[in-house]
């Protein structure tokens, strides 16, 4: 298994416990999303991964219960909203989008369609982290988990649609740890 790629931003919802809303909302990505699931040869994809659009995924049981909500949909992609923050992860490993451009391209389509659906201003992407995914799932706000990212990971930087060659580079040995910042 490898890092997946991560994506967080503040959402504008009236309601973030709406789940027909925002099972319309997403509904909406579904072409940049079904892209990203068009990308991956059949060889690599689950044979349980088979939707072609989002499910709204039931709450975690107790005593796991968290103030979140949870979907998926194709691709994979896999989105959690609190009340201010909606979290994104995709089936894409993080060293794959700093060196394979088509991957890069269609996973960046598909994060501004969702992210634009829920009216955000700005994202971050990152590998996976549990500290950050914890301070989301506690109800943490986005300063709160984006403080959490810089500690982490330093200064984020401007997410670019092109590959970095010299990034790509070092992909060939290790993950790469750092974060991007996209302002909407």
């Known amino acids: 298994m490898g890092t997946r790629i991560n994506v967080l931003f503040p959402h504008q919802l009236a309601d973030w416990s709406n789940r027909e809303m925002i099972m319309d909302l997403l509904n909406d990505t579904l072409p940049s999303v079904l892209n990203v699931e068009a990308y991956w ?3 690599e994809t689950a044979k349980t991964i088979e939707s072609k659009t989002w499910v709204a995924r039931p709450p975690h049981p107790y005593p796991f219960t968290r103030d979140f909500d949870r979907y998926s949909g194709p691709g994979p992609l896999f989105v959690s909203v609190n009340p201010s923050v909606a ?3 995709t089936g894409g490993r993080w060293r ?9 391209s269609v996973h960046i389509s598909a994060f501004l369609s ?6 955000a201003p700005t994202m971050r992407l990152y590998p996976d982290n549990d500290l ?3 301070k989301f799932a506690e109800g943490g706000d986005f300063d709160a988990c984006s403080s959490i ?3 982490i990971y330093d200064t984020p930087i401007p997410l670019e649609e092109n590959i970095d060659p010299v990034l790509a580079v ?3 040995t290790g ?7 996209y302002t909407l």
């Open 41 to 43: 040869p059949e060889k």
């Open 87 to 89: 979290h994104l992860r």
């Open 96 to 104: 794959g989008f700093l060196s394979i451009q088509q991957l890069r």
């Open 114 to 119: 969702i992210a634009n659906a829920f009216a």
């Open 132 to 134: 950050i995914f914890d």
């Open 149 to 151: 990212l810089d500690q």
């Open 170 to 172: 070092e992909t060939d």
């Open 175 to 181: 993950c790469p740890t750092l974060q991007y910042i």
